[in-house]
């Protein structure tokens, strides 16, 4: 619905002959290719990133995980994502515990545990965003004022969430395992099974957060996928002749909004991100609108539709059907 209401103010504005398209293809069309270029370079190494901190994760389950088999998995993953929206990420952890031969389940642990660490870095981020736009004295527009002044709160409210899910994950031993058990004795045998099946690999999967090793691997690849996250926007940035004189507050800024907006995902159009960017360019940096609709939409392109052709490719070679991941996220897998 975002995304429409975004077209339908576009098709008004071109309608009654406000929207500047002229301007809109000059802003694609003077993008500096050099710059362009290394921010798509910078965003394929965010993928290995997450490789990297995946192994991690499951390095108590295989120590030596196939780096280029979690690699494929994640760039079909995230290609899921763009194709099938939110849904889609079950696609992943399906896929690498297929290749790695590990529960299922104990995968889904592995990505819960990364979708805190991302939502506590694009907290902080967010809130460093709040807080500089605040202290700016920027006068915003009303389609941005309910996001400053829900903001803090919201914030609060998520990186709370998020640390006592943390800390419930580092606590959730066999004990509580059995207890939870104990509490749904009455299920009928068949059920109890299963759910102690599921418990069990659930224990395996987050044991990595009990590890100081293993913590501080995840901590420190955490900070490098958005040190390179950073880069790719400091790279884009530079792309555009508009903003190539803003400073990196500007750029934490961007991608502070940014990072929530992509909590937004629909299939095949995106949605948030591109939304969230052009209020921010056309609210906070005074960007014109048909000029800040351009930037959102090659931003967008990088971030997100840069790994669907190399996904489509390794499904192909991998031969993995779609119509298979389908059933995996509608989560109707045997």
């Not at 504005?13 to 500047?20: A, N």
């Not at 299939?267 to 991100?273: A, I, L």
Request: hydrophobic share 55%; proline share 4%.
């Amino acid at each position: 619905m975002i995304v429409l209401a975004i077209v339908l103010l576009v098709a008004v504005r071109w309608r009654h002959g406000e929207f500047d398209w002229a301007l809109f293809a000059a802003t694609l069309l003077g993008v500096r290719w050099p710059w362009l270029m290394a921010s798509m370079v910078i965003v394929m190494a965010t993928y290995y990133g997450r490789v990297l901190r995946w192994a991690v994760m499951i390095r108590h389950l295989r120590p030596h995980p196939s780096q280029w088999g979690l690699f494929s998995a994640t760039a079909i993953g995230f290609a899921a994502i763009v194709v099938l929206g939110r849904p889609g990420e079950l696609v992943r952890p399906y896929l690498i515990s297929v290749k790695e031969k590990v529960p299922f389940s104990s995968q889904l642990a592995a990505w819960l545990l990364e979708r805190i660490c991302d939502l506590l870095s694009a907290l902080l981020i967010f809130a460093f965003a709040l807080l500089q736009v605040a202290r700016s004295g920027t006068r915003v527009g009303p389609r941005l004022q309910w996001v400053l002044e829900a903001g803090g709160y919201f914030a609060a409210l998520v990186g709370l969430t998020s640390i006592v899910i943390v800390v419930l994950l580092r606590q959730f031993s066999r004990t509580m395992r059995q207890r939870m058990l104990d509490g749904v004795s009455f299920l009928p045998g068949h059920w109890r099974s299963r759910l102690e099946e599921l418990l069990e690999a659930f224990v395996v999967g987050v044991e990595a957060t009990r590890h100081r090793s293993g913590l501080v691997g995840i901590v420190l690849y955490t900070v490098l996928e958005w040190g390179l996250i950073v880069l790719c926007y400091v790279a884009l940035f530079r792309a555009f002749p508009a903003l190539a004189n803003l400073r990196l507050t500007d750029v934490l800024i961007l991608i502070g909004f940014a990072a929530f907006g992509s909590l937004v995902q629909i299939p095949g159009v995106g949605g948030g991100v591109q939304v969230v960017v052009i209020v921010v360019l056309t609210e906070i940096f005074r960007i014109p609108l048909e000029a800040a609709t351009g930037m959102a939409l090659v931003i967008w392109v990088v971030t997100f539709v840069v790994i669907v052709p190399v996904g489509l490719v390794l499904s192909v070679q991998e031969g993995i059907n779609w119509r298979r991941i389908k059933e995996i996220e509608k989560g109707s897998l045997s």
